[in-house]
C-alpha cells in the first residue's frame, strides 16, 4: 500500500502541466469572486453619488447658463495679444471612472503642443499625472482634495480666489471639463474664459452702461468662480455615473471569468477523480493477473 | 396655380401680423434668470420689475431698461411677477446682468426667501461679527469682519 501511494504522488506533480492543480483554480476563483464584490459594492456607492450629483447639477445648471450669458450677448472675444493661454483643466483625484480623466489630459496636451506658450491650471490629482512626465513646466497650479465630497461654490471660489492671487495674465484662456449628457454618455466640453482686458474691448461693450473698471473686475472675477462651480458640478456627475458603468462592466466580467473557472474547476476535479479510479482498478487488475 | 400662390400671399399677411405682434410682447417683458449656485428662483421666467440692491446705489429694472452689469450688496431682491404678485428675496452677494434683449441674469451667492428669516438670529450674527471686528487683528480678518456686519445688518433690516 505505501508503494501505491509512493507511485501516486510523482503523478500528482505532472497535473501541474496545462490548468495547475485544484488548488490553484479554487484559489483563483475566490479572488476573482473577491474582485466581483468589490466592483459591486463600488458600483452601489456611485449610483448613490451619481443620483446625489444629478439632482445638484440641475440646480445648478441655470446659475451655470445664466454666468456665460453675459459673454455671449456681450460678444466678448479673445484679446489679441500674446500673453499666452491659460487652460484650466477641471477632473478628480480618483480614478476607476473610465476615459474621464484621460479625455482631459488629451486635449490639454494637444492645445499644449499647438500652443507652446499655455499655463495649465489642474484640479484634481489624475490629470497632474497624466500632464507630468511631459509637460510638468506648463503646469502652473495643482489643486488637490477634489472629488471626495460633492463641490461647494466656497471651493470654486477658494479655487478663483488663488488663480487672481497668483497674478496670472492671459490672453485667451478656457475651462476643459466633461459636460455630462447622459448616465452613459459624457462629453468633454471647453468654456471660453475671457480676461478683463478681453471684456473691457468687447465689441457690444459700450452699450452697457455705467461701467467703471471695479464693476468689470468684481464681474469676471465673480463669474470665474461662478464658471469653475458649473464646471466642477458637471464633471462630478460625469465622473460618477462613467464609474457607475464601468465597475458595473467590471462586475461583469468578473462574472464570466467565474464561470469559466467554475467549470475548469469541475472539469480539473473529475479529471483527478478518474484517474485515482483508474489507478485503483488497473493495481487491483494488475493484482488479479498476478493471482 | 393662381388660388395657392394668393392664399400664400394670405398667409404671408397674416404671419407678417404675427411678427408685428411678436415684436410688441418682446418689449413689454423681460425674462429673469435668478440663480444660485445650489438653487434655481427663476429660469428664463417673465416678469414685470426686479428691484436690486447694488453697489452703485438700488434700482429697479424694466423691460427694455438699458443693458448694464452690477455687483449685488446684500439686501433684499423684490421680484414683481406678471401676475401681480411680489417676492421678496435676500441676497448675499453676486452679480446681475442686464442684457440688450430684455434679458436679465441675476447671480446670488445666496438667496432666500424673506420670511424664511429669523430676525433674532439675525441680530446674534451681527452681535457676533461686531465683536470679530472690535477683536480683529489683520487688514484681512477687519475687511471679513466688516462684510460679515455688512450682511447681518442688511439681515436685519430684512427682516422688519
Redo the contacts between chains.
Keep these: 500500500m505505501f508503494s501505491r501511494t509512493a507511485a501516486i504522488i510523482p503523478q500528482c506533480g505532472q497535473q501541474v502541466r496545462g490548468m495547475a492543480t485544484l488548488k490553484m483554480i479554487s484559489l483563483r476563483l475566490k479572488s476573482v469572486k473577491n474582485i466581483q464584490k468589490i466592483t459591486q459594492s463600488m458600483k452601489m456607492v456611485s449610483a448613490a453619488k451619481y443620483t446625489k450629483a444629478e439632482r445638484?447639477l440641475k440646480?445648478?445648471?441655470?446659475?451655470g447658463?445664466?454666468?456665460q450669458?453675459?459673454y455671449k450677448?456681450?460678444e466678448v472675444k479673445d484679446e489679441e495679444g500674446d500673453k499666452g493661454q491659460l487652460i484650466i483643466a477641471v477632473s478628480s483625484d480618483r480614478g476607476l471612472c473610465g476615459a474621464v480623466h484621460s479625455s482631459i489630459g488629451r486635449i490639454v496636451k494637444a492645445d499644449i503642443v499647438a500652443n507652446p506658450n499655455t499655463k495649465v491650471i489642474i484640479v484634481g490629482d489624475k490629470v497632474r499625472n497624466i500632464l507630468q512626465r511631459l509637460y510638468a513646466k506648463n503646469i502652473a497650479m495643482v489643486v488637490t482634495e477634489v472629488g471626495r465630497k460633492p463641490a461647494?461654490?466656497g471651493d470654486a471660489a477658494l479655487i478663483a480666489q488663488s488663480i487672481i492671487n497668483s497674478g496670472i495674465e492671459f490672453s485667451k484662456g478656457k475651462i476643459v471639463f466633461n459636460a455630462f449628457r447622459t448616465v452613459v454618455s459624457f462629453r468633454t466640453t471647453e468654456m471660453p474664459l475671457y480676461s478683463q482686458s478681453a471684456v473691457a474691448n468687447a465689441s457690444?461693450l459700450p452699450?452697457?452702461?455705467?461701467?467703471d473698471s471695479d464693476?468689470?473686475q468684481?464681474?469676471t472675477e465673480?463669474?470665474l468662480a461662478?464658471l469653475l462651480?458649473y464646471s466642477m458640478k458637471e464633471n462630478a456627475t460625469s465622473e460618477q455615473s462613467s464609474r457607475m458603468t464601468s465597475m458595473d462592466n467590471a462586475s461583469k466580467n468578473a462574472g464570466e471569468m467565474i464561470d469559466k473557472l467554475t467549470m475548469t474547476f469541475n472539469r480539473t476535479r473529475q479529471a483527478v477523480i478518474t484517474r485515482e479510479l483508474i489507478e485503483i482498478i488497473s493495481g487491483a487488475a494488475a493484482l488479479e493477473t498476478k493471482n | 396655380m393662381a388660388l395657392t400662390r394668393s392664399a400664400l400671399r394670405l398667409f404671408s399677411g397674416r404671419f407678417a401680423q404675427a411678427c408685428q405682434v411678436r415684436g410688441y410682447a418682446d418689449a413689454s417683458s423681460m425674462s429673469l434668470t435668478f440663480a444660485a449656485p445650489s438653487q434655481v428662483l427663476y429660469n428664463n421666467i417673465s416678469v414685470k420689475q426686479i428691484d436690486v440692491p447694488s453697489f452703485s446705489g438700488s434700482f429697479g429694472i424694466l423691460p427694455a431698461h438699458v443693458p448694464t452689469l452690477a455687483v449685488l450688496k446684500p439686501g433684499v431682491v423684490t421680484v414683481f411677477e406678471n401676475d401681480g404678485s411680489t417676492k421678496k428675496f435676500f441676497v448675499s452677494s453676486g452679480t446681475v446682468t442686464i442684457n440688450e434683449d430684455s434679458t436679465v441674469q441675476l447671480l446670488a451667492e445666496e438667496a432666500v426667501p424673506v420670511d424664511t428669516l429669523d430676525i433674532s438670529a439675525a441680530k446674534e450674527l451681527l452681535a457676533q461679527s461686531q465683536s470679530q471686528l472690535a477683536s480683529a487683528s489683520t487688514d484681512v480678518a477687519k475687511a471679513e469682519a466688516e462684510i460679515s456686519i455688512e450682511v447681518s445688518e442688511a439681515l436685519v433690516k430684512a427682516c422688519e
Excluded: T
Design positions: 445638484e440646480l445648478a445648471r441655470p446659475y447658463v445664466g454666468a450669458e453675459f450677448k456681450a461647494v461654490f457690444k452699450i452697457y452702461d455705467s461701467l464693476v468689470i468684481s464681474y465673480f463669474s461662478s462651480f
